[in-house]
């Protein structure tokens, strides 16, 4: 039996591993669509050095969402509207994919400061999700105590109550709220069903642990009008996350006509929202 960085192997293990650390996507930025279950670690300006676990098919965007602005493409609508029909992994694979990845990365002498649920599109669309959560919980605590689960959520299925249970489970549950109002809500997130921003606020607002994140852009849509940052400021103060982070865009959007907003002005933002609802608010 050989130890790493604290963990303990039988020697039979390391060829498991070897072939874990060939399947790692090794990336410092996520652009386009991953490739498999598991990517990374990214370093990430949020979440430090971080371990992405995507339940998702790797050939589409599965979402609820069309935001314009995301990295991973438009959104394949049909087969997002069609779950039963999609090939996701079960859950045993993606919580065995994390397992190795967690052991492979210890063989290397790798730190991971988080292990993040994200990836091709909206995770909790996972039939299973409420099981991966489960699963990669019972991993953090025995392969990884110091780390930290992190979960990319549009909001949409808040109201689903195994997702719910999933979502109180993590510790840092990142929600997206984009807009101020409905309407900016429809064009800045072009939601696939009937899904509101007011259902999302409600939602979120009776969580516990929750984190906003905010992308503001300009273009062919404008979230940093100021009617918008004043019904924005109030959902926020509906809602009474943790903390809020907003950014603009870094990466290539999914469209063209969009324009990123300066780090000054992020800040002045922020300052702004801190004043009004006394909250933790972070510009990366």
């Known amino acids: 039996m050989r130890a790493v960085s604290g963990l303990s192997y039988h020697p039979s293990t390391y060829t498991m591993l070897a072939d874990a650390r060939a399947a790692?996507?090794?990336?410092?930025?996520?652009?386009?669509?991953?490739?498999?279950?598991?990517?990374?670690?990214?370093?990430?300006?949020?979440?430090?050095?971080?371990?992405?676990?995507?339940?998702l098919p790797a050939t589409r965007k599965i979402c609820t969402f069309d935001c314009p602005y995301c990295e991973c493409?438009?959104?394949?609508?049909?087969?997002?509207?069609?779950?039963?029909?999609?090939?996701?992994?079960?859950?045993?694979?993606?919580?065995?994919?994390?397992?190795?990845?967690?052991?492979?990365a210890a063989c290397?002498?790798?730190?991971?400061?988080?292990l993040t649920f994200t990836g091709n599109g909206e995770t909790t669309l996972h039939p299973q999700f409420e099981a991966i959560v489960d699963g990669v919980v019972a991993l953090r605590e025995r392969l990884l105590p110091c780390a930290e689960t992190v979960v990319l959520t549009n909001g949409t299925r808040l109201s689903e109550p195994s997702v719910r249970r999933a979502l109180e489970r993590i510790d840092q549950c990142v929600i997206k709220v984009d807009a101020g109002t409905e309407s900016t809500f429809?064009?800045?997130?072009?939601?696939?069903?009937?899904?509101?921003?007011?259902?999302?606020?409600?939602?979120?607002?009776?969580?516990?642990?929750?984190?906003?994140?905010?992308?503001?852009?300009?273009?062919?849509v404008d979230n940093t009008l100021p009617s918008e940052i004043e019904a924005w400021i109030e959902r926020l103060a509906r809602i009474r996350p943790r903390s809020v982070q907003i950014y603009s865009l870094e990466r290539k959007p999914a469209e063209v006509g969009l324009?990123?907003?300066?780090?000054?002005?992020?800040?002045?933002?922020?300052?702004?929202?801190s004043q009004r609802t006394n909250l933790p608010i972070d510009v990366y």
């Open 24 to 55: 790692m996507i090794r990336i410092e930025k996520v652009e386009g669509l991953v490739e498999g279950i598991i990517f990374g670690p990214v370093l990430s300006r949020r979440f430090g050095r971080s371990l992405g676990i995507n339940p």
């Open 73 to 104: 493409g438009r959104t394949a609508r049909a087969e997002s509207l069609r779950l039963s029909s999609q090939p996701f992994p079960n859950a045993d694979q993606v919580v065995s994919a994390a397992s190795e990845a967690i052991c492979a």
């Open 108 to 114: 290397e002498g790798t730190n991971i400061d988080t």
């Open 186 to 220: 429809r064009r800045i997130n072009r939601p696939l069903e009937s899904s509101t921003l007011e259902a999302i606020t409600a939602a979120a607002a009776q969580m516990s642990r929750v984190i906003v994140q905010t992308m503001f852009v300009r273009g062919i």
């Open 259 to 273: 324009i990123a907003v300066e780090a000054a002005e992020l800040k002045q933002l922020a300052e702004l929202a």
